[in-house]
């Protein structure tokens, strides 16, 4: 099992990126599937998540801004981005939390390798 993000990039401030994170390989059951990011020299911070029924959660900055959404397959999340503001500028990375098989015990976390996002001031 495989996550792939794409989207990210460079962006103007007030601008819009809108963020891919898809799953190659089946699974048994996803728990919930979310988006995290990190600046340069910070520790790494929520986004978003969402369940498979549709609850979501948004970081306070992300809120009005951000939005995130999962296709009806469950193997795939996207994180909508407008309007932008330099201190948006970090690297993306999605998570999913998965259970491989029906024999699996509970959920383990998986993890995309990131895509950069760029809000030049």
């Known amino acids: 099992v495989r996550l792939v993000e794409s989207g990210g990039g460079f962006a103007p401030a007030g601008g819009s990126l809108r963020l891919s994170c898809v799953r190659s390989?089946?699974?048994?059951?996803?728990?919930?599937m979310g988006w995290y990011r990190q600046g340069v020299g910070k520790e790494r911070e929520m986004v978003a998540t969402?369940?498979?029924?549709?609850?979501?959660q948004y970081a306070e900055f992300a809120k009005g801004r951000f939005t995130i959404s999962m296709d009806n397959d469950k193997t795939a999340s996207y994180l909508q981005l407008n309007q932008l503001k330099p201190e948006d500028t970090a690297t993306y990375s999605c998570?999913?939390?998965?259970?491989?098989?029906?024999?699996?015990?509970?959920?383990?976390?998986?993890w995309g390798q990131g895509t950069p996002v760029y809000v030049p001031s």
């Open positions: 998570k999913q939390e998965i259970q491989y098989d029906k024999f699996s015990t509970g959920y383990v976390d998986v």
């Open positions: 390989g089946s699974v048994f059951s996803v728990k919930r």
């Open positions: 969402i369940t498979p029924r549709g609850d979501t």
